[in-house]
């Protein structure tokens, strides 16, 4: 079997992995390469694999926990990925609150499974939460633990991404500068816009680099480290909606999250990341919400009315995931009514997310490929 450059990027909630991926897999398709993606969630039913898949992307799904704590089911994914289309390049996205990566993810596939040429790592860096929790402001958005989580990702990159620097101001972009350089030195740092493409050229030159990556293991308090992710609630919801007459979809995508934003600040309730795709009749939409202090925003315009439409809402909240399921319920149920729809809930999952039991976690970096 031909060798296959796997290359996974990580990064918080919110800091914009999928729209990264889709314009990676779209690189790499116009140099003539084959491209498969796996994404990974603490459940099913996410929103970043149905946005992907409405690309016209080849997409597997790793539900249920992170990569580390499914590895063979990554490896299995990868498999299926190559007996459907022989792709040349993987991307993977692995869970935004999730860290260790290095120890648990990279070198293992770098030890067992030689064909995998695997890339460096890059993180991609959210600004409306990073400059807080590197300023080690009080008001940072999560506690102490789940800041823990943020740094962490950041200590074992290969390389730093800085995202989204479309909307950051030039002195915000000056003081991170300073603020990497002196948290983490000698770590290449990136800057660019995944949603405008600014600077992004920088990234596929930086994966397709050689040499000494992916060795970065992290001196880890798991403790610490699960009751960071505890403290998120997290909600997959998938509804079905009907309307009499045609209803703008893209409207009541961005009404469902500004109405559940609003209902979360009541709650004093830190957004990690909303999200919300609608799917109907050959087109979709995707309006999300990256942190409490932002604005909502349509990432993916339908531009289109619709009769019926498969409604998706990822939700990572600092709250209570029983009352996070009632205020999606709320919102939803009440968006839908001010377009005259009707809302059918079919599956939800809500819950705190688990310790993480890592399939394989290697003490230090082994010799081999990439090493």
């Known amino acids: 079997m031909k060798p296959i450059r796997f290359v996974m990027v990580?990064?918080?909630?919110?800091?914009?992995?999928?729209?990264?991926?889709?314009?990676?897999?779209?690189?790499?398709r116009e140099r003539g390469q084959n491209v498969g993606?796996?994404?990974?969630?603490?459940?099913?039913?996410?929103v970043d694999t149905q946005n992907l898949r409405a690309q016209g992307l080849l997409v597997a799904e790793v539900a249920g926990a992170c990569f580390?704590?499914?590895?063979?089911?990554?490896?299995?994914?990868?498999?299926?990925?190559?007996?459907?289309?022989?792709?040349?390049?993987?991307?993977?996205?692995?869970?935004?609150?999730?860290?260790?990566?290095?120890?648990?993810?990279?070198?293992?596939?770098?030890?067992?499974?030689?064909?995998?040429?695997?890339?460096?790592?890059?993180?991609?860096?959210?600004?409306?939460?990073?400059?807080?929790?590197?300023?080690?402001?009080?008001?940072?958005?999560?506690?102490?633990?789940a800041a823990y989580i943020f740094r962490k990702q950041l200590e074992?990159?290969?390389?730093?991404?800085?995202?989204r620097i479309d909307e950051l101001p030039a002195a915000e972009r000056q003081e991170l500068a300073g603020l990497l350089a002196a948290q983490y030195p000698g770590v290449p740092v990136l800057w660019l816009s995944a949603?405008?493409?600014?600077?992004?050229?920088?990234?596929?030159?930086?994966?397709?680099?050689?040499?000494?990556?992916?060795?970065?293991?992290?001196?880890?308090?798991?403790?610490?480290?699960a009751e960071g992710e505890a403290e998120l609630g997290w909600l997959n919801s998938s509804i079905a909606v009907r309307a009499a007459v045609r209803l703008p979809l893209d409207d009541l995508l961005l009404d469902i999250v500004r109405r559940l934003q609003a209902a979360l600040e009541k709650h004093d309730a830190e957004v990690a990341h909303l999200k919300a795709i609608g799917l109907g009749e050959g087109t979709f939409g995707v309006a999300n919400l990256v942190s409490s202090g932002t604005a909502v925003e349509l990432s993916a315009p339908s531009h289109a009315q619709v009769h019926e439409a498969e409604v998706i809402v990822n939700a990572r909240v600092a709250l209570?995931?029983?009352?996070?399921?009632?205020?999606?319920?709320?919102?939803?149920?009440?968006?839908?009514?001010?377009?005259?729809?009707?809302?059918?809930?079919?599956?939800?999952?809500?819950?705190?997310?688990?310790?993480?039991?890592?399939?394989?976690?290697?003490?230090?970096?082994r010799s081999g490929q990439g090493a």
């Open 68 to 145: 580390c704590c499914k590895f063979d089911d990554l490896v299995a994914k990868v498999q299926s990925l190559e007996e459907a289309a022989r792709p040349d390049v993987v991307l993977a996205e692995p869970v935004g609150s999730c860290t260790d990566l290095v120890a648990t993810v990279v070198q293992p596939l770098k030890d067992l499974y030689q064909r995998f040429q695997v890339a460096p790592y890059p993180v991609l860096f959210k600004p409306s939460h990073g400059l807080r929790i590197l300023r080690d402001q009080a008001d940072a958005g999560f506690s102490p633990k």
């Open 156 to 163: 074992e990159a290969d390389g730093i991404v800085v995202n």
């Open 195 to 225: 949603k405008t493409g600014e600077g992004f050229a920088s990234l596929p030159e930086f994966l397709d680099l050689e040499g000494s990556f992916g060795r970065r293991i992290l001196n880890i308090d798991y403790d610490i480290y």
């Open 320 to 365: 209570d995931p029983a009352v996070l399921d009632e205020e999606v319920r709320q919102a939803v149920v009440a968006a839908c009514r001010a377009y005259s729809a009707q809302a059918e809930f079919r599956k939800t999952q809500s819950f705190r997310p688990g310790r993480p039991m890592p399939t394989h976690r290697y003490a230090e970096a």
């Open 37 to 46: 993606i796996v994404t990974n969630d603490q459940a099913e039913d996410l």
């Open 10 to 28: 990580g990064g918080f909630l919110g800091a914009g992995k999928t729209t990264t991926l889709g314009r990676l897999a779209r690189h790499y």
